[in-house]
């Protein structure tokens, strides 16, 4: 705590200082807390970085997260409900389940529920109430922690409008889908030199599901959310100084109806919809509130501050079927799926046979109890130099982060009677896990952005310093009073990175950069912190309505870390951690964009064409055993899972006065779910698949707008994932109808 309080004392006094010193006119609008921010240029980022702001947001309208990352390279996507709630996002690499080996970000601040204690994000922020969406990969990621291995994503939320107007959107369609996305606000000068304003917004989406239950066929399989937030901005001149200070709150609600169970390769071929009588009672519930209180200053000559304090909170309960018993002795779902023959009578418990009276308890359920607190205050201070024949642009920023995960969980046993659920027995709350892990983490990072003319230097540091530890109780002592175990571990680590670019001409910059890839162990895990470094190198060129990129990039792990989760499968404690050993994933990143109707003359049409190519190469070096299921029994050159070695995006657009049209195509190559090398075991196969979605609008006036979305347009059948437990269906073909207005 001294170390904070000396930190960030020295951060204030910078920003003191520099209050008096005068120069030009000040912008209170900074972002100095995103890479690229809603007003910036990607391609002035000395490594890899994607903006997609609003404008390509509401092309396809997507609410899937997946989806619209999916046009940019280097992007992984493990799909699991079809819906894109609970995002499984990797980067050049990185493990993929539930996003936890990348900086999950929302206006620059940690939005997974304890990314410290348990990275793990059941709750991720919805990207249909997004105002952009900003990816950063490469050496510039070393400004955002606790994870560098891959990078990072970071949604921008809608600001308060520099002038008041607003936006309503209603969309409806199949699947009984619903969604509404409303916000108004905008900023008034009360007196001279101050400006007061602020922003409500609303945002609701729900679905009856694309999935039946067996003997439960009006039963929902879909989703219900809420999301609601409201800022309040003020804006006054000072000497030398423009103030801003803005108040937010922002709070959501979601229902499930999800389950971890999938389905046999069998039932799957026969009805990839279906889903087994024993997950009829299976649902999700999560609620989330976020306080966010930001003071930026905007000094004359040209310093910029940024401090700000936030408090996360997230509940979330998934009830779902754990485990099945026909009398042998409990079995988990992933064993009774893959092999049905051999559990027989554990499948028909499941799939619930009419006529079948199981023994009571065979059906166990668990109430996935949890809930987290992340809270912190991080500030930034952003300035310009001239030194040694050099332009500087240097920054410096410090984080103070804690937070915690509290498991209170317990099962839920049930009789399978005639296709039905009967409950006959639970265990006291607690019972089955009673623990509370927190971590406490102090982040400092310095960076100099230095341009000798073409050349641009982009050295950075951070440090962090993580204190964690686990505290159980017995799993009889429901208020916490009795005996404790307590675990826990502390990590120092620098982080260094280096980017660089070149302005080679006009319209060819090349770029590079190093940096060391860094992700700490859990707080009661044995195993080493996973490190690497990383390298990348790339090529942009644009010229008028055109542009391309390709970067190459290696990273060379010294240690991965494999989590036991039940959503990879379970099979292991749940929170224990494997450690890989070394692993090379190397990989290739293209894109590229023309505007075809102004590359060949067209006027009064547009003709956008866009296209993302990613290869990905990745394999274990060293051999070994583990008791992590998508590991196994590795061998030297085995591929690491659920990473295909191929995988692309392409759209084309058609726009001309009110009309405007946009065909969008992705493509992913074939995928194993076990490590391994050579042919893929059926057992252990995804096959590719190809998924077209088009989006087609008119404009009805100037400001209202009417649209026409089909997801999935070839209706693809696909297998998107074998985990948790069984084989899992991508979304069918659905067709939506929507209006907008701008005001």
């Known amino acids: 705590m001294r170390t904070l309080l000396l930190a960030s004392t020295a951060v204030l006094a910078l920003a003191a200082n520099a209050a008096a010193e005068n120069s030009s006119e000040a912008d209170v609008n900074v972002e100095t807390i995103t890479i690229i921010g809603l007003k910036g240029d990607a391609r002035e980022v000395a490594g890899s970085a994607t903006l997609l702001p609003s404008e390509v947001l509401q092309v396809q309208d997507y609410t899937d997260i997946g989806r619209v990352l999916r046009q940019v390279p280097g992007v992984n996507i493990q799909e699991e409900d ?52 900003e990816i950063v990969k490469g050496a510039s990621g070393v400004r955002y922690g606790p994870r560098t291995q891959g ?95 803005e108040l937010r709150y922002q709070t959501s609600d979601e229902t499930s109806d999800e389950t971890y169970m999938g389905l046999t390769d069998a039932d799957f071929a026969a009805d990839p919809y279906r ?16 306080w966010v209180l930001r003071y930026d200053a905007a000094f004359d000559n040209g310093l910029n501050f940024t401090v700000l304090g936030y408090r996360n909170e997230v509940a979330r ?29 554990e499948y028909a418990i499941l799939t619930g046979q009419p006529g079948l009276v199981s023994i009571d308890g065979a059906v166990i359920s668990r109430n996935n109890n949890r809930s987290y607190v992340a809270e912190g205050v991080q500030a930034e201070l952003v300035g310009d130099a001239a030194l040694f024949s050099a332009s500087h642009r240097w920054r410096v920023g410090v984080r103070a982060h804690r937070d915690s995960e509290d498991r209170f969980q317990n099962e839920v046993f049930y009789r399978m009677d005639n296709s039905q659920l009967i409950q006959t027995g639970a265990q006291t709350p607690g019972f089955h896990d009673n623990r509370v892990v927190e971590a406490e983490a102090l982040a400092i ?119 036991c989760t039940a959503s990879t499968g379970g099979g292991c404690t749940i929170g224990a951690q494997f450690d890989g050993g070394e692993v090379d994933v190397r990989g290739l990143e293209l894109s590229a964009g023309v505007d075809l109707a102004a590359f060949a003359g067209w006027s009064g049409v547009s003709v956008p064409v866009r296209g993302a190519y990613t290869w990905t190469d990745a394999e274990f070096q060293t051999a070994f055993a583990s008791g992590y299921s998508p590991w196994g029994s590795v061998q030297a050159g085995d591929k690491l899972p659920y990473l295909p070695e191929h995988q692309w995006f392409a759209s ?33 196969f995804l096959d590719s698949y190809a998924v077209a979605d088009l989006a087609v609008w008119y404009d009805l006036t100037e400001a209202l ?20 437990a069984g084989l899992r269906p991508g979304a069918p073909r659905a067709v939506l109808f929507g209006l907008s207005a701008n005001f």
Not at 283 to 290: H, L, M, P
Not at 318 to 324: I, L, N, R, S
Not at 490 to 497: A, E, L, R, S, Y
Request: hydrophobic fraction near 40%; glycine fraction near 12%.
């Open 275 to 290: 889903r087994y009588a024993a997950s009829a009672n299976d649902q999700i519930n999560v609620d989330q509130s976020r």
């Open 445 to 563: 990072f310095v960076q100099d952005e230095i341009s000798f003319g073409a050349l641009t230097l982009v050295p950075g540091l951070r440090y962090e310093r993580i204190e964690g530890t686990q505290t159980r109780w017995a799993a009889t002592d429901q208020t916490r009073s009795g005996a404790t175990t307590v675990t826990g571990s502390t990590t120092d680590v620098f982080i260094p990175g280096l980017g660089v670019r070149y302005q080679l001409n006009d319209s060819v910059t090349l770029f590079g950069g190093v940096h060391r890839g860094f992700a700490p162990s859990s707080p009661s895990s044995s195993s080493d912190p996973e490190d690497a470094v990383n390298w990348e190198a790339g090529v942009r060129w644009s010229g008028g309505s055109a542009f391309v990129e390709a970067v190459g990039f290696f990273n060379d792990y010294s240690n991965l870390i494999g989590t």
């Open 652 to 684: 084309i657009g058609l726009e001309q006065g009110r009309f405007g049209s946009q065909l969008a195509v992705t493509w992913n190559g074939e995928r194993r779910t076990v490590a391994g090398q050579g042919a893929i075991p059926a057992a252990q």
């Open 82 to 133: 079809g819906y894109g709630l609970r995002p499984n996002i990797g980067l050049r690499g990185t493990g993929l389940d539930r996003s936890a080996n990348i900086v999950l970000m929302e206006d620059g601040i940690l939005a997974a529920p304890a990314p410290y204690s348990a990275a793990a994000a059941y709750y991720s922020p919805y990207v249909g109430r997004m105002a952009g969406v």
């Open 151 to 245: 990078g990072s994503v970071n949604f921008l939320s809608t600001p308060v409008p520099e002038s008041w107007s607003g936006r309503l959107a209603i969309t409806a369609g199949e699947e009984e889908a619903r969604r509404i996305h409303a916000y108004a606000g905008g900023m008034t000068e009360v007196s001279q030199g101050v400006r007061l304003g602020g922003l409500v917004e609303a945002y609701t989406d729900s679905a009856d599901g694309f999935k039946t239950i067996d003997f439960n066929a009006g039963q929902s399989t879909g989703f219900d959310l809420t999301d609601f937030g409201a800022r309040l901005r003020a804006e006054f001149d000072g000497a030398g100084v423009t103030h801003a200070v």
């Open 705 to 724: 707008r009417a649209r026409v979305q089909v997801r999935n347009l070839t209706d693809e059948v696909y297998a998107a994932s074998r985990s948790p």
């Open 317 to 345: 309960n998934w009830f779902k079927v754990e485990g099945v018993n026909a009398g042998a002795g409990r079995r988990s779902l992933g064993a009774v799926l893959s092999d049905p023959v051999t559990y027989s009578a």
